[in-house]
């Protein structure tokens, strides 16, 4: 699926999305899931095609053909598989949406959700110049989002939180840095403090928090992990220590709904209020992203923005929606609430694989 635009972070540039989706039957409903394995190890070492080789190998021999009880019995069948998250959650994800068609309930009531509409945010990309950047916010804001996430790294940080704090001196503003520095860059951080940033987001290495913690000694501005948080284990101690006051959560960079849940619960009950990332997923990704969003510690606005930001025409009916005032309604549907263009994803298709109890 080929992005509108290119999307550019301190890693790199991506436009061509390969997405795996997920189809789970038990002979007579069908769920859906999506893994949001980038192209290239950058974000993560998952790629598509390790989430292929993992799903096709490792994960679907252990879970076709099984009996759930709850769908958070997957996490038992594929017990002894270390890492690999997004892999899994790619049909964690799925079972879940079964299994609330199968009950006939909103996959975000049967997560025990209670947002009936979630708050949607941006993530903005690194641009060409100041100028298209702030360009660009203007038309985010004007469509109604509440919160702006620029991209941020090495020589397009401080000048720039400046230009966009002066043109937008209100807004509610953060720094996604992807890992692009380091403790020796705590100068940048410092000057950066003063724009009255909401955060900024895994400014330090992507497996750090020891470091986290002690810039966050140094700087007001609290700072939120992304790429450093794969468990609620991970959550408890990175809390623990200080590492981060926000975190914010990713379906496939924790495994699926049981540890994002968990995750969540560690968050509350350590008053870390935390937000839902995206993967510049498609609609069956996004639609996911929607029910989670759903619970209750989803405090601040998410990267949970409509369909229409990413794709000329999207997987799923209707698309991913977005009301004037930058809110998304929840679907009173079974499941993950939006129907499968099953033809466009069949013409999209470039190779697929069936597996049978
Ligand atoms: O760090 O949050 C991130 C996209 C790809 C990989 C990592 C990240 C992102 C985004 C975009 O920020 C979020 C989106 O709009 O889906
Ligand atoms: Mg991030």
Redesign the pocket.
Known sequence: MRLLHP?E?SFGSTQDRHVIVVKVRDGKEAGWGEVTA?EGPF?SYETWETAWHLLRDFISPRVVGKEFEEPTDFASLVRGIRGHNMARAGLETAVWDLEAKIKNVPLWKRLGGSRQRIECG??IGIHQSIDTLLAKIDTELKAGYRRI?IKIKPGWDVEVLREVRAAFPDIRLMG?A?SAYTLADIEIFKKMDRYNVMMF??PLHHEDIIDHAELQKHIETPICL?ESIHSAEDARKAIKIGACKII?IKLGRVGGYGEARAVHDVCRDHGIPVWC?????SGIGRAHNVALSSLVNFALPG?V?ASKRYWPEDIIDPPVEVSADGQISQSGRPGIGYSIKEDLIERLTVRSQVFTA
Not at 277 to 281: A, Q, S
């Open positions: 999307f972070t980038a974000y941006v993530s996430k996604d992807n987001e895994q992304d914010n990332g995206g993967m510049l997923e990267d923005s």
